[in-house]
């Protein structure tokens, strides 16, 4: 199958509107980027299983194992563990140590992370057609620093990298990070896109008023974006890529 007949298929199975799908992509004069999913997959060696697991052993080993419900010591994802001991001591050193713990396993996991296909030929071309890209995300913003460093797409951001605080009641669904990414950039909601891949991502988007384009590697993925609300999903960035080149 030809990289023209991928772009057509992605389409198809998206139900997105071709023509739509390009206005979407043209219009937007700022991109707003989660990180990990729409830019890599960032525990792609170093599970979050895993560290999840080990957050919530940190907890035990401390005492602690009752701060968190059964579902909750269960859960495959850190960003989770986190929360629910934000919920319960908010703003606590605990609560802060528990962040950089999550912090370091993040790092190590850019270490391994696997960039998302034509993620990084698509950061180029939209800087090069004079777009300005940011990144929204629940991840430290150590990590994505990181990470794009390795990657040699610093400069198509800096410095508008965006990413979890000691506040984690400002974590999405909550806008804050893409709010302070427009506030920063000088971008009206509306002549911004953000380019996501949970729920969340759509939801903080929807708060924002910016257009949300949801990226979805797989039927699971896009299941829950398209009944969170998304309009247009897409499961491949070769399509994005293809009308950005367009109009450049």
């Known amino acids: 199958m ?54 919530v052993e940190w907890l035990e080993g401390r005492g602690l194992r009752s701060l968190l419900t059964a579902d909750e010591r269960k859960s495959p994802d850190p960003q989770i563990v986190l929360r629910a001991v934000d919920r319960r001591h908010p703003g606590s050193d605990l609560v802060a140590e528990l962040e950089e713990r999550l912090t370091k396993e993040e790092l190590r996991a850019a270490v391994s992370a696997m960039p998302t296909p034509y993620a990084d030929p698509l950061i180029r071309t939209w800087t090069a057609v004079g777009s300005r890209l940011a ?63 949970t729920p969340s991502d759509y939801l903080a988007a929807r708060s924002a008023g910016v257009p949300f384009l949801g990226y979805a590697r797989n039927g699971y993925k896009e299941r829950l974006l398209r009944d969170a609300g998304a309009r247009w999903v897409v499961d491949s960035l070769w399509p994005v890529l293809r009308a950005v080149r367009d109009q450049g």
Request: charged residues 20%; aromatic residues 6%; proline residues 6%.
């Open 2 to 55: 030809t990289s023209e007949t991928q772009a057509e298929a992605v389409t198809e199975r998206t139900e997105n509107d071709p023509e739509e799908l390009r206005n979407l992509i043209s219009n937007a004069r700022v991109v707003l980027w989660d990180f990990d999913g729409p830019v890599c997959r960032l525990f792609a060696g170093h599970t979050a299983e895993r560290v999840a697991t080990e957050l």
């Open 135 to 197: 990144v929204a995300t629940n991840n430290s913003p150590r990590v994505v620093r990181s990470y794009l460093a390795s990657r040699g797409l610093t400069s198509c951001f800096n410095p508008h990298i965006y990413g979890r605080t000691q506040q984690l009641n400002h974590l999405k669904p909550d806008p804050h990070c893409l709010n302070r990414a427009l506030n920063a950039m000088g971008a009206a909601p509306k002549a911004a896109l953000m380019i996501g891949d």
